[in-house]
């Protein structure tokens, strides 16, 4: 599980993480606390939980990475083996009504919204 909200949302994730999974932090979006966090539940799903962070890595890094990224998945994102989970699509000017589904909560999937 890719996490880049964080905060509070890491309790959440893992009651929702599979068996033997692995949660990678990527940001803070919900904050850098969360005092909800059961360690008994890590410890019987057998967890793993990493952090990362792109900030202070050199181009060089990020260069090898994108590549990496690509030689691995893009095949499969071509092929449709590897699909993201859409909710909606909206255009620019109803970004409002997109924040709106988000903060409460109501979308499964990433919301897309139409530059023109």
Known sequence: ?????????????INVSALDGHIVTLSMLGGRYCSQVDI???????LTLSASTLRNRSEDYKVQLVASFIN????????GRIQPIIDSVYPW???EQAHEKM??????GKLVLLVS
């Open 103 to 108: 903060a409460n909560n109501k979308n499964v």
């Open 72 to 79: 691995d998945f893009y095949a499969d994102l071509v092929d």
């Open 1 to 13: 599980m890719i996490d880049v909200v964080s905060g509070e949302y890491l309790a959440k994730n």
């Open 93 to 95: 000017d109803q970004v």
């Open 40 to 46: 008994a539940k890590l410890l019987a799903k057998r």
